[in-house]
């Protein structure tokens, strides 16, 4: 018996990837995909060529049909997943304003952000589940093209990542709840348009209708365009499903939100997040996303930097790779020696303002110390995040899943594990974010998809103590530095 094929597509803040699942097994059959060539501007642009995006989609699919061969034509539907915010805006004619699409970590909008969030900050959390941060939408909107960019009809349609490739392969318009909410579009209460957020933006006069029609995922938003299909070599008519963001798409793939787990993402982002029952009173996190789902939230402690702040590290001092940073970081204890780093390159959800930064470079110490900072910092920071999720209760306490790029690495893992005292699941599929889309596939097809294996990854019991003491030491050093961060943080607007 021929099994169906699903594939998923997850444009990442720094790569695109597509995967084919074999429907019965769940087994990846062919994968492809690259880095996307995102381009760094002053004062912390971060954009990219709406030309690199289509080619690097259709090459990925391209190469996924190549490697299927004649099973190509078992292929039943395929969707996407992306990156949250960002700015995927679109003119008249509906294609990206000036070319280009905004990526999340763009931090251009920080001064504006900051400035919102001291006069609407905790009305806007009240009514979208978010304070103002940098990457959202309609603040880079408001930045990049001004308060009267819908009216002057600059701005004509507002989608995000995994949107945006859904038009390309077929040439309509629809986005979820979980984007848009995550965005900060929508109400938090309601799951419908925010006229709060887009005035507080000072975009008033952009509207429901600038957002794409929002669908439940795994619905078919329609079918890969002809000259898509014949460019690609997938089948003509193939369905497309809409998806969700990256996270929860990650999040359904290995069944976290059925066993109440939480998870941290270890990607360019520092991601830690929980599927859990709506509260009455909000708990003061990150951030809570209405994904459309009745009584259910998504909810979020974030940074823009987790495993940016180790690409970063080998782009500047001089590492061949991630990789290669990571293995010279554990060749130097817990601590390096005293130097401590602040692991917010692209900026932090809190404190307000929080920028990278080492504390305690001596001249003893050498690119090895440098790289176990960063590595002791982006686990302390994650252990951070999903520590303040637990303490409101949210989540079965102790379960957490480390998913994402970073999650290959088990010494990553365990030095979570460490940080928060208890063991963490480690999935060994690190494409959950695909995984998530083709699940959507197959869900708007009446299938599923079966989960990946999980692998327990254990916390270290005999350096527990010192483990706990960096851990606490790490609290206190980014709280009392909370003041200079803001100082700083003035004095860059």
Excluded at 34 to 40: G, V
Excluded at 59 to 79: H, K, N, T, Y
Excluded at 142 to 165: E, M, N, P, S, W
Excluded at 215 to 230: D, E, F, Q
């Amino acid at each position: 018996m021929k099994n169906d094929i699903f594939i998923g597509i997850d444009m990442g803040s720094t790569g695109l990837k597509a995967v084919a699942f074999d429907g019965e097994t769940g087994l990846g059959l062919a994968t492809a995909g690259s880095a996307l060539p995102f381009i760094r501007l002053p004062e912390g642009g971060c954009e990219l060529e709406a030309a690199a995006i289509e080619s690097t989609l259709m090459q990925a699919l391209q190469s996924i049909a190549s490697q299927l061969g004649p099973r190509a034509a078992q292929v039943r539907a395929l969707s996407c997943t992306g990156h949250g915010a960002g700015l995927y805006a679109l003119d008249k004619q509906g294609q990206l304003l000036r070319g280009r699409a905004v990526a999340s970590t763009d931090q251009r909008a920080s001064a504006r952000a900051r400035a919102l969030a001291l006069r609407q900050g905790a009305e806007l959390f009240e009514e979208v589940g978010f304070q103002p941060w940098a990457g959202q939408p309609l603040l880079i909107a408001a930045q990049l093209y001004g308060g009267d960019a819908v009216h002057t009809g600059a701005i004509h349609r507002l989608l995000f990542a995994k949107d945006y490739l859904g038009l390309l392969l077929t040439g309509e318009m629809a986005t979820d709840a979980s984007d848009a909410s995550t965005g900060g579009l929508l109400s938090e209460q309601t799951g419908t348009w925010s006229r709060l957020a887009s005035c507080a933006a000072d975009l008033s006069d952009l509207g429901p209708a600038t957002l794409a029609p929002i669908l439940p995922s795994g619905s078919i938003i329609g079918t890969l365009l002809p000259a898509r299909a014949a460019q690609c070599g997938l089948p003509a008519g193939l369905p497309v499903a809409i998806s969700a963001i990256d996270l929860l798409a990650s999040l359904a793939a290995v069944g976290a939100p059925q066993r109440g787990q939480a998870v941290a993402v270890l990607g360019t982002w520092c991601v830690n997040a929980v599927v859990d029952d709506q509260r009455e009173a909000k708990p003061a996190i990150g951030g809570i996303v209405n994904f459309g789902a009745p009584g259910r939230r998504l909810y979020l402690e974030n940074s823009p930097s987790s495993m940016a702040n180790v690409s970063w590290l080998a782009r500047t001092v001089g590492f061949d790779s991630a990789a290669q940073a990571v293995d010279c970081a554990m060749t130097v204890p817990l601590g390096a020696h005293g130097l401590r780093f602040m692991p917010f390159i692209n900026g932090g959800g809190g404190p307000e303002g929080a920028s990278a930064g080492f504390i305690g470079l001596t001249s003893h110490h050498d690119r090895s110390h440098m790289a176990r900072a960063v590595v002791d910092a982006v686990a302390a920071l994650h252990a951070r995040h999903l520590a303040r999720l637990a303490s409101f209760g949210l989540g079965v306490r102790g379960r957490v899943a480390a998913l994402g790029g970073g999650a290959r690495d088990a010494r990553l893992v365990r030095l979570i594990a460490s940080f928060l005292g208890h063991p963490l699941e480690r999935c060994g599929d690190d494409e959950t974010g695909a995984r998530g889309a083709a699940l959507y596939a197959a869900q708007s097809q009446g299938a599923g998809l079966p989960q990946p294996s999980i692998e327990v990854v254990e916390h270290d019991t005999q350096e527990a103590t010192a483990h706990a003491d960096y851990y606490d030491s790490f609290h206190e050093l980014v709280d009392t530095l909370a003041p200079a961060f803001a100082q700083l943080a003035e004095a860059r607007q």
